[in-house]
């Protein structure tokens, strides 16, 4: 159901803090001008969990009028309370999104039948596909693919699977057991680096934050896959090697890749909710030589 490349989009905010729908109305419209072919809203990168209930919905409600069904929208309605994540589902439901991207219970480490009791529960409540979120270094639970297995053999709507596992023999062994039973249930690496891997393995793209920074790359690659034109292939993926290095210049990284996506020229500031980080003109001057090392600047 979905395929090829989806941004987890940044949220864009002013230098107080406050939602900037211009600044995010631009680099919605960059993305899907660059060749994105599906935008989350409210992921990680998204800063979902610094954000109140209410700035959510009001988010909600602007990415869909704002993308107009030029590519899917799905929104990151995860939490710790169960009732809540299901009121943010519906509320995306009715304001029009594509797809709920939902990521497990997270803080404790839950065994795998409450882990799906958690998803039934919210599956019951909404007929809006659902894309599950794993990622076990957040989540201390990994699911696995016999529980995917589990919750897709009962609910139809349970569309897709966002892997960010580091190592693609996870990735794999979820794309070979998971389609066995449901052919078109899409599973998505959460690892920019692990594009050509999951497609080699019968996967069907990424949903990764780089996208953020350098989407024509991105669409550049899946072309040239498509084309079979391997020499492509390999330069656009050494330069997304490359770039992986920008995770690993703020800690969280998410205003490192902000700063990033303002360095290659949008007009935005790298404001970030707390637990922040304020990036220094250390961070620019390693984000500007990654750029440039890469390529890309």
């Not at 960059?30 to 994105?36: A, F, S």
């Not at 029009?96 to 039934?120: Q, W």
């Not at 690892?191 to 069907?204: F, V």
Request: hydrophobic share 45%.
């Amino acid at each position: 159901m979905f395929k090829g490349i989806l941004s987890p989009i940044i949220t864009v905010f002013d230098a107080q803090g406050k939602l900037d729908f211009k600044g995010n109305e631009r680099h919605i419209n960059r993305l899907i001008d660059n060749g994105i072919n599906g935008i989350l809203f409210l992921g990680s990168i998204g800063e979902f969990f610094a954000l109140s209930l209410a700035e959510k919905k009001e988010f909600i409600t602007f990415a869909v009028k704002t993308v107009n069904k030029r590519v899917p929208v799905l929104i990151g309605t995860g939490g710790t309370v169960q009732t809540e994540v299901i009121e943010l589902t519906r509320f995306a439901e009715q304001a029009g999104a594509d797809a709920a991207v939902i990521i497990s219970p997270y803080y404790f480490k839950l065994e795998a039948d409450t882990i799906f009791r958690y998803y039934a529960g919210i599956a019951r409540s909404t007929s809006l596909p659902i894309m599950l979120y794993n990622f076990p270094d957040r989540t201390a639970y990994d699911l696995a693919p016999e529980l995917v297995v589990r919750l897709v053999k009962e609910f139809d709507h349970i569309v897709a699977i966002k892997d960010t596992v580091d190592t693609i023999s996870h990735t794999r062994k979820m794309i070979q057991t998971v389609k066995s039973v449901r052919p078109d249930f899409s599973v998505l690496s959460g690892y920019d680096e692990y594009l050509i891997p999951n497609l080699t393995a019968g996967g069907d793209g990424v949903l990764s934050g780089l996208t953020n920074i350098v989407p024509q790359v991105f669409a550049a690659l899946m072309k040239a896959y498509a084309a079979k034109d391997l020499d492509k292939v390999w330069a656009a993926q050494a330069q997304i090697s490359l770039l992986m290095n920008l995770y690993d210049v703020t800690q969280p990284f998410i205003a490192g890749i902000k700063a990033a996506v303002a360095v290659m020229g949008e007009p935005i500031v790298p404001t970030v909710k707390e637990p922040a980080v304020e990036v220094t003109p250390a961070h620019l001057q390693t984000i500007q030589n990654l750029l440039k090392k890469a390529g890309v600047l």
